[in-house]
């Protein structure tokens, strides 16, 4: 049962509840000497009261005021003030009216456009650096830690656990098993010395996820969770969405490096590289975006059955491919494991040169391929201008489990309708033979 919210802390006179965590809860509140609405903190009371914890959770409390209140940066929260009135300890913040966090865009059927992934990682990884540089190490990088306000811009917040370098102190800092396990580096893990690149490694994790929506580490176990962070490399990025640039590939897969050495060394080295990733991107006029991707798949029978969620899952996995008229898409005799949906246009089946059907939108070809990756019976030529959506199992293994039975059941329901209509064909063929 949560406690009533309080009329004022301090000077602070309290409007309402906004967020609530481990460390304390989150009031929208009104500084009358500035005449400025402001977030303010609230320790929880029973953690503070703890006879074995309470000391030390009341340190960390103020650790976040003492290590965010040395950084002035614009993607990092500002510290006002902070303090204790009772058994109430308190800091004040600046409010970021509207904002929520990056959680949000980190499911497979709410993400956000290559650009704006980029954009966001690269004002983090700057804000790192500043941080790094003046001697903070945040430990707890993670989507639900970065807040992202009503313009898209973003402001790291959660210092709670962040270690300051002093000058008498070395580079690193064996520091223990803090943080959230899901973003921790190798040497997080292992409880071994921790560098500012631990938080680079983290910014690697939240980057992919960003991009496909999966986290690079799923486990269904802690121990299992652990083995994969300090031994496995994670799957590609293309595994589960298929439009993403090799130069993403390899900046994430240098972020997450499980030795120090091979990883980024400062943030601004993966700043950087997130700057040039744009003069990688293709981004042609015509292109389809998703708006329009998800309009086409709505239109298709192949997908009547499926909700939204499962449809963005396949938009995000498939291959859109466009042909031109006489163009060859499938030759007959080539191994293929891919099975395709036409979303406009037409095309024509050979079968040793001589025509035996044809094909127009949301009819589907290539699926025995798919099935058993098998020499392909026949070839197929675009008979016009053509658009197709080009799916392999292999991407189709990443869908969530939901979406990979609901895809297999129509599949198979389609798989038996060719069958039986390429039976009714022949035997057509035959009689007029």
């Known amino acids: 049962m949560s406690s009533p919210i309080p009329e004022k802390i301090g000077k602070y006179k309290i409007q309402k509840q906004v967020g609530r965590g481990s460390m304390g809860v989150v009031y929208q509140s009104y500084d009358p000497f500035i005449e400025k609405d402001v977030a303010i903190k609230v320790a929880l009371v029973e953690s503070l009261r703890d006879r074995e914890s309470g000391e030390q959770y009341r ?11 040395l950084l002035k940066h614009p993607n990092i929260v500002k510290i006002i003030d902070a303090g204790a009135e009772g058994e109430d300890c308190y800091i004040v913040m600046e409010l970021v009216e509207e904002g929520e966090t990056l959680k949000q865009y980190c499911q497979p059927d709410n993400l956000l456009p290559l650009e704006q992934v980029i954009e966001i990682i690269f004002k983090c990884a700057k804000a790192l650096d500043y941080a790094h540089r003046q001697g903070v190490v945040h430990r707890d990088i993670k989507p639900t830690n970065i807040l992202i306000t009503k313009d898209m811009d973003i402001k790291i917040a959660d210092f709670s656990i962040a270690h300051v370098v002093t000058s008498d102190t070395t580079h690193t800092m064996p520091m223990g098993f803090v943080g959230s396990p899901r973003y921790m580096s190798p040497e997080q893990v292992q409880e071994d010395n921790i560098t500012t690149q631990t938080d680079l490694f983290s910014l690697g994790i939240v980057m992919y996820e960003l991009l496909t929506g999966r986290h690079p580490f799923m486990a269904d176990s ?7 962070i300090i031994n496995e490399k994670p799957p590609l990025m293309r595994t589960y969405r298929a439009d993403i640039p090799e130069i993403l590939e390899k900046i994430v897969h240098h972020a ?13 080295n993966m700043a950087a590289d997130l700057s040039l990733s744009f003069d990688y991107l293709e981004k042609p006029e015509q292109d389809i975006d998703a708006e329009e ?6 239109s298709l029978e192949f997908f009547s059955e499926f909700n939204e969620s499962e449809m963005w899952e396949i938009i995000r996995a498939c291959i859109w491919q466009e042909f031109e008229q006489g163009t060859e898409i499938i030759v007959e005799g080539e191994i293929d494991d891919a099975f395709y949906i036409i979303s406009s246009g037409s095309v024509e089946v050979f079968k040793s040169n001589q025509v035996i059907g044809l094909l127009q939108k949301g009819d589907c070809f290539g699926e025995m391929g798919y099935l058993a990756k098998t020499k392909r019976s026949a070839s197929i030529i675009a008979q016009n201008y053509v658009q197709l959506m080009k799916i392999n199992s292999t991407l189709i293994d990443q869908l969530s489990v939901e979406a990979q039975l609901h895809f297999s059941r129509v599949f198979l329901k389609t798989l ?3 069958l039986s209509d390429t039976t009714a064909m022949y035997a057509s063929t035959e009689n007029q033979e």
């Open 59 to 69: 340190k960390m409390f103020f650790n976040e005021a003492h290590t965010a209140g």
């Open 416 to 418: 038996v309708k060719r």
């Open 222 to 228: 802690f121990s299992r969770l652990i083995n994969m």
């Open 293 to 298: 991707k998800m309009g086409i798949v709505r």
């Open 256 to 268: 997450l490096q499980k030795s120090k050495e091979q990883r980024y060394k400062m943030g601004l």
